[in-house]
T-cell receptor, first 113, second 110 residues
Framework: EAGVTQSPTHLIKTRGQQVTLRCSPISGHTSVYWYQQALGLGLQFLLWYDEGEERNRGNFPPRFSGRQFPNYSSELNVNALELEDSALYLC????????????FGPGTRLTVL | KNEVEQSPQNLTAQEGEFITINCSYSVGISALHWLQQHPGGGIVSLFMLSSGKKKHGRLIATINIQEKHSSLHITASHPRDSAVYICAVSPSRSSYQLTFGKGTKLSVIP
């Protein structure tokens, strides 16, 4: 069974640019979570999607947004990139039960110059 | 104050030693998770607990709901156990996302 996949693996952008990160959940999983892991800050919750709807968002500015598609894959968009957006962005998926084990993808490492 | 606190932050052990990592939380939870993150960044879910104790191989996780405390034990540690171990909680039924501790970096020396 394929795990959670993310693309791209690495990305380098400059300040002010926009970026889109993609996530494909495990087959059968309806919930997708996005987390940010910035250096020295630990993992922080960004967004949660379930059944195509945004269910909750963390304490991040509106320039962080995303969506979930009918096939449950998801994308995370970050507009007007700032230097402090440099981080590892992790996607996780689960069956949508509560509480539930979340399965993490390998992450996308974003560097903003 | 972080809602999830882990100790120690860093831990170095000799191969074969018994290891304990602690996690305390200040919020009501529905479940507590132990995660393992290797240097490349990939995260693996080790346990999800809402009460009692779970065991998988050389790993044991316990939780005391009344004391809001959990421990992860590794028996007969091995260099391949070297990783960052992260405690996370599912705070409430309305919030499925996880709240994380800052992690414990474990290095097991041969």
């Amino acid at each position: 069974e394929a795990g959670v996949t993310q693309s791209p693996t690495h990305l380098i952008k400059t300040r002010g640019q926009q970026v889109t990160l993609r996530c494909s959940p495990i087959s059968g999983h309806t919930s997708v979570y996005w987390y940010q892991q910035a250096l020295g800050l630990g993992l922080q919750f960004l967004l949660w999607y379930d059944e195509g709807e945004e269910r909750n968002r963390g304490n991040f500015p509106p320039r962080f947004s995303g969506r979930q598609f009918p096939n449950y894959s998801s994308e995370l968009n970050v507009n007007a990139l700032e230097l402090e957006d440099s981080a590892l962005y992790l996607c996780a998926s689960s069956l949508g039960d509560f509480p539930d084990t979340q399965y993490f993808g390998p992450g996308t490492r974003l560097t903003v110059l | 104050k972080n809602e999830v606190e882990q100790s120690p932050q860093n831990l170095t052990a000799q191969e074969g030693e018994f290891i304990t990592i602690n996690c305390s939380y200040s919020v009501g939870i529905s479940a507590l998770h132990w995660l393992q993150q290797h240097p490349g960044g990939g995260i693996v879910s080790l346990f999800m607990l809402s009460s009692g104790k779970k065991k998988h191989g050389r790993l044991i996780a316990t939780i005391n709901i009344q004391e809001k405390h959990s421990s992860l034990h590794i028996t007969a540690s091995h260099p391949r156990d070297s990783a960052v171990y992260i405690c996370a909680v599912s705070p409430s039924r309305s919030s499925y996302q996880l709240t994380f501790g800052k992690g414990t970096k474990l290095s097991v020396i041969p």
